[in-house]
């Protein structure tokens, strides 16, 4: 299925109507396809949200990195154990005292009124007890939700969740 499709697909199906997403627009990509022509942007709202979240997982500060999450926020950070609730925060601060830092760019975002699907490229790098730094990196894909507050939150998290993760 062509790479084009899919993301006129996505987009498709995530505008009930013809309005645009409210945000403000920082770019814009237009894709056409079967006669229809799609223009999505990367909103203010979600690219704030990503650079107020890096700087609060930099922090090491679990509080401030939870008030990124909705309640019922599910976390891949291994796709085989996804996390939520309690688990989810017990989890993360667990790893946030390892005092790992954080990059993130977003790739590619898709939002509609209060609901945003991020690709995100990340890079980490996690400090090792003997002085030795892991890096690690991916492409995740995350969806958020934005709250009456008018805040965005991550409802899932998924830093692998990208099948560009997976070596061919």
């Known amino acids: 299925m062509p790479r084009q499709w899919i993301t006129a697909h996505r987009?498709?199906?995530g505008f009930g109507s013809s309005e645009a997403p409210d945000p403000v627009k920082r770019g814009s990509t237009t894709i056409g396809w079967g006669?229809?022509?799609?223009?999505?942007t990367h909103?203010?709202?979600v690219e704030a949200h990503l650079e107020v979240y890096?700087?609060?997982?930099?922090?090491?500060?679990?509080?401030?990195?939870?008030?990124?999450y909705t309640d019922e926020a599910v976390s891949a950070w291994d796709p085989e154990q996804p996390l939520s609730g309690q688990a989810r925060k017990d989890s993360l601060a667990e790893f946030l005292a390892q005092k790992p830092t954080l990059t993130a760019k977003?790739?590619?975002?898709?939002?509609?009124?209060?609901?945003?699907?991020l690709t995100v490229d990340w890079t980490m790098?996690?400090?090792?007890?003997?002085?030795?730094?892991?890096?690690l990196?991916?492409?995740?894909?995350?969806?958020?939700?934005?709250g009456a507050d008018g805040n965005w939150r991550y409802t899932v998290d998924a830093p692998y969740g990208d099948p560009r993760n997976t070596a061919e």
């Open 35 to 40: 006669g229809f022509t799609v223009t999505t």
């Open 11 to 13: 987009l498709l199906a």
């Open 125 to 135: 790098e996690v400090p090792g007890e003997n002085g030795d730094v892991e890096r």
């Open 106 to 117: 977003i790739r590619e975002s898709h939002v509609t009124r209060d609901t945003a699907l």
């Open 43 to 45: 909103a203010g709202g």
């Open 54 to 68: 890096v700087r609060a997982f930099n922090s090491g500060d679990p509080d401030a990195v939870n008030e990124h």
């Open 137 to 146: 990196s991916g492409i995740g894909t995350d969806v958020l939700t934005r």
